[in-house]
């Protein structure tokens, strides 16, 4: 996989958000709203194309790796100067993989969500917490999908959950030190996700969001930079956010647009 560092020539200009998966959906809606509210934004992801665009567009700087693979992530992190050390660290980057019974369970999907949910979230922190300062925050994607189990989605719903408990545990842990850990969890939104666990088949995502209204990944963005500016002695644990549409993991109004 092609890797790159960019944008770390250059002083930040403002506090330094870090958010992983940001070349599209709810990461790259963090990323540009964080840029106008005067942030200093590091973006991440595997397509170099779309970071490097990122970087040109909104000025930001760039990393391009793998959260899954320990090496490379360690590597792309260790290029990056103690000014550029994040404030703020938006553990983003995820996905499921597939939908269907567990007694059907694709190994392949199971690894890549586990991999990249779980491991793929530890791998980022591990490398950056030592690093960072009191007053830093760790806000972690969840869903509610870590939530609520439903039909369908053990190995998601399970890298979910496990999200939560990292999110509880890792509080505990960095207490002493003055970072502070959250989560947001949301229900639907319309990004890539559905086209990623569907393989490619738009039509299956596109029917995912039929009769409502999702959220948009601004909405999330909205609700992590709202965590991520809050007086110092404010900790958020937790943002459960969902479509007005939808009241659980399974229970849509889907006749309501
Ligand atoms: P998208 O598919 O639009 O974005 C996922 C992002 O994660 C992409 O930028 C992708 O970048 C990155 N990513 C995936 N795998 C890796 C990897 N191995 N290494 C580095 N980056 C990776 O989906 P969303 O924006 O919806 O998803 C973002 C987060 O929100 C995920 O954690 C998801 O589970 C969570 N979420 C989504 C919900 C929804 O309904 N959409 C609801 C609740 C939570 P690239 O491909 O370039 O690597
Ligand atoms: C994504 C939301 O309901 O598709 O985390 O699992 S859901």
């Known amino acids: 996989m092609e890797t790159f560092s960019q944008g770390f020539d250059r002083a930040p200009s403002g506090r330094v958000l870090f958010v992983t998966g940001a070349t599209s ?26 970071v490097a665009a990122l970087v040109e567009s909104l000025g930001v700087a760039g990393l391009v790796f793998d959260v899954r693979d320990r090496e490379a992530t360690a590597a792309a992190l ?31 999907d199971w690894d890549r969500m586990v991999d990249t949910n779980v ?9 950056w917490l030592p690093r ?10 969840g869903s509610v999908a870590g939530k609520q189990a439903y039909p369908g989605g053990a190995v998601y719903n399970a890298s979910k ?17 003055g970072i502070q850990v959250g989560q947001v969890s949301p229900g639907a939104v319309e990004t ?27 909405d999330v963005a909205d609700a992590i930079l709202y965590m991520a500016s809050r007086p110092a002695h404010v900790c958020i644990h937790d943002v459960w956010i969902m479509p007005a549409a939808q009241a659980s993991a399974y229970h849509l109004n889907r006749a309501s647009k």
């Open 119 to 127: 491991k793929g979230l530890l791998n980022v922190s591990r490398e």
């Open 25 to 50: 959906g709810i990461g790259e809606a963090t990323a540009r709203m964080a840029v106008a509210d005067g942030w200093s934004v590091v973006v991440t992801g595997r397509r170099a194309d779309r």
């Open 78 to 108: 260790a290029t990056v100067p103690e000014a550029w050390v994040p404030d703020v660290l938006v553990n983003n980057a995820g996905l499921a993989v597939g939908l269907g019974p567990v007694d059907a369970g694709v190994y392949e």
């Open 161 to 177: 959950f496990a999200v939560e408990g990292l999110t509880q545990a890792m509080r505990m842990d960095l207490l002493p030190r």
């Open 192 to 218: 890539e996700f559905s086209n990623v666990r569907f393989k490619g088949d738009d039509a299956a995502a596109d029917a995912v969001y039929d009769g409502f209204e999702p959220l948009r990944a601004a």
């Open 132 to 141: 960072m300062k009191a007053g830093a925050r760790v806000i972690n994607v």
